[in-house]
């Protein structure tokens, strides 16, 4: 599985539960994300079950660069927009536009649940077969009966409940993580060696 290079772990894990092997693949200094010439570059070499895509800081990767080598090769993206809620890119949200997307709720996200996350696709089959696995993959059964290893990664009623809470606050967070960008771009812009990615929220990109 190829995966960004510059991230958080929780980006790559996945990949070695599967007993997979990651290879990561640069990032680039426009976005932070992970490098759409790099990336061609490594299909030269190897070829991938998935390709995971990362949004860092809420800066979108360059996500029509990267669909266009990944549907080349009919390789799956998995969108990484844990911190990216609210992001957009081309005026679509980021975690939308690979094959699954996922969310994170942890506390230090821009609204939280206090733990957990979402896992987002237009693939309804995909996320019946995610919503076994994650609820302990119990069969349609009057007993407990398994035929499958499952999880327990679902999300209580009580946190969804917050949750909900706090997508009303979403709009602003947004504005005031936007603004924040926009006064360390301008505090810094005189000195080189400081660099932001670019802001590429809304219509920028
Ligand atoms: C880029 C990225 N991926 C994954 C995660 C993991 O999310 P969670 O803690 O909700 O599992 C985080 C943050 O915690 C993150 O920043």
Known sequence: MFCQSLTFSASCNPIIYQNATP???DSEPD???MSPKALEKAFEKYTP???????LYGHSAKMDEIMKICNKHQVPILEDAAESLGTTYHRKFTGTFGKYGVFS???NKIITTSGGGMLVSDDEKGIQKARFWATQARDEARHYQHSEIGYNYRMSNVVAGIGRGQMKVLEKRIAQKTQIFETYQKAFQAIPEIRNAYGNRGTKM
């Open 31 to 33: 976005t932070w994300n």
């Open 105 to 107: 709720f942890n506390g």
């Open 23 to 25: 290879v990561f693949i």
């Open 49 to 55: 079950k998935a390709v995971i895509v990362v949004h």
